[in-house]
């Protein structure tokens, strides 16, 4: 009744609170809101640092501990403090980033394995500790379940043949006959062991060294030279008259 009411002061000038309403959203175009302003309508805000292994990680009410790795692209820096908005109706579901009412982006939930988790690391050392246990009383029983074997002095001891040794294979003797050839002579004359495969080059023999001259001889051996060319040119001197 009252928002019908026409009304005299405060500019309403004899309108009503609805019919001024209706004016003055006739010529209104409502803007839609954005995605990241939607998303953000979560009940849980977690105003945390992000840590050394790049991540957050925080308890969520009803479903324990969750781990939330943002992406490299968004170039957060460790220990600076960032809004983490999970979904907690799907806390698996990626987790949004804001800083104040900056939207940044999303960061991605992390499975805890039982290496990581305290709690399933706790469970794996117990079970590790009742194999080990299992074993040691399951060796010890045996160990009381075998019987003291006991001999008279000076008789030998005569142990039951172990299962699968019935058959036992022997090695094949080698045939007797003449070995072959360790060197083969190959056509370019180098030997070549077939052992190893090495291949040996043929050694060519050396050209026999001249003896070395003593001074005398070399000083005859210039002499005779030098007198057969001056025979040469008498000759030819000769030979021109």
Not at 81 to 95: C, G, I, R, T
Not at 172 to 185: I, L, M, S
Request: aromatic letters at 6%; a positive charge; glycine letters at 8%.
């Amino acid at each position: 009744m009252y928002h019908n009411t026409p009304h005299g002061g405060h500019g309403m000038t004899g309108k009503s609170p609805m019919g001024l309403y209706d004016e003055l959203t006739k010529n209104h175009t409502p803007k839609p809101c954005a995605d990241e302003h939607l998303r953000a309508c979560r009940p849980l805000v977690k105003r945390l640092k992000l840590r050394d292994q790049c991540n957050f990680e925080f308890k969520i009410d009803g479903f324990g501990l969750v781990t939330y790795i943002p992406d490299e692209s968004l170039n957060l820096r460790r220990g600076w403090e960032y809004d983490v908005l999970p979904d907690n109706a799907n806390p698996k579901a990626a987790a949004l980033i804001y800083d104040g009412e900056k939207y940044l982006g999303e960061a991605r939930y992390q499975e805890h394995t039982q290496f990581l988790d305290k709690i399933a690391g706790q469970e794996t050392m117990r079970n590790r500790n009742g194999t080990i246990k299992r074993t040691k009383a399951g060796v010890k029983a045996a160990k009381g379940q075998q019987a003291a074997i006991q001999t008279a002095p000076g008789q030998l001891l005569v142990l039951s043949a172990l299962p699968g040794c019935d058959t036992v294979i022997k090695p094949q003797p080698v045939p007797q006959g003449a070995a072959p050839p360790r060197y083969v002579e190959l056509q370019n004359g180098d030997l070549a062991d077939t052992l190893t495969g090495e291949v040996t080059p043929k050694v060519k023999p050396k050209t026999p060294e001249k003896p070395k001259q003593t001074a005398e001889e070399i000083e005859a051996e210039l002499e005779q030279l030098a007198a057969a060319q001056s025979a040469k040119r008498n000759a030819a001197k000769l030979k021109h008259y």
